[in-house]
Antibody, heavy 121, light 107 residues
Framework: EVQLVESGGGLVQPGGSLRLSCAAS????????MSWVRQAPGKGLEWVSS????????YYADSVKGRFTISRDNSKNTLYLQMNSLRAEDTAVYYC??????????????WGQGTLVTVSS | DIQMTQSPSSVSAFVGDRVTITCRAS??????LAWYQQKPGKAPKLLIY???SLQSGVPSRFSGSGSGTDFTLTISSLQPEDFATYYC?????????FGGGTKVDIK
């Protein structure tokens, strides 16, 4: 069974940093693209970043480009999101998601349970 | 960026009703469209990908259609467990973008 478990969320002051982790199991992690999607309280879904499975190519939303870095450690089956220069508008539940098929990016299945990041002084 | 516009933003329906949700892309995306279901406090769940492919384990009352810029998600006979918020999402190009969501609730 595929499992994705996020951790690392919490309360951080504006301008601070946080690193999210997503521990994956139940599939060949290195073969699949992985992504982060966030949801601000009471709002819709917003794609944040993706990393391919084969080449490790990375992609970012304009709203986080230059501040967030996605990475993966295939030896640990873990996905990361390093978040720097955090702003109040980054407050959200952050989900990690596996891609449905090898070689694609964009069909998110399944999703983790999410981790809440709150940016506030 | 490709904008995804869903309508309606909310719909009230009875159990057994047929419900149709539409999603329009600001430019052509071929069949690079997915639909997700999200229940309160839970992570989204993939229902449909490639515009019309039913994800494994998803009931057959869910169906998707369309290509280019106009897409629909249809629930043929609404069940109590289907009351949720539904999102479309394009995977044609980065940045990947979601529609604003359609909340389906009980009439």
């Amino acid at each position: 069974e595929v499992q994705l478990v996020e951790s690392g969320g919490g309360l951080v002051q504006p301008g601070g940093s946080l690193r999210l982790s997503c521990a994956a199991s139940g599939f060949t992690f290195s073969s699949y693209a992985m992504s982060w999607v966030r949801q601000a309280p009471g709002k819709g879904l917003e794609w944040v970043s993706s990393i391919s499975g084969s080449t490790g190519s990375t992609y970012y939303a304009d709203s986080v480009k230059g501040r967030f870095t996605i990475s993966r450690d295939n030896s640990k089956n873990t996905l990361y999101l390093q978040m720097n220069s955090l702003r109040a508008e980054d407050t959200a539940v952050y989900y990690c998601a596996k891609d449905l098929e090898i070689g694609t990016i964009g069909w998110f299945d399944p999703w983790g349970q999410g981790t809440l990041v709150t940016v506030s002084s | 960026d490709i904008q995804m516009t869903q309508s309606p933003s909310s719909v009230s329906a009875f159990v057994g009703d047929r419900v149709t949700i539409t999603c329009r892309a600001s430019q052509g995306i071929s069949s690079w469209l997915a639909w997700y279901q999200q229940k309160p406090g839970k992570a989204p769940k993939l229902l449909i990908y490639a515009a019309s492919s039913l994800q494994s384990g998803v009931p057959s009352r869910f169906s998707g259609s369309g290509s280019g810029t106009d897409f629909t998600l249809t629930i043929s006979s609404l069940q109590p467990e289907d009351f949720a918020t539904y999102y479309c999402q394009q995977a044609n190009s980065f940045p990947l973008t979601f529609g604003g969501g359609t909340k389906v609730d009980i009439k």
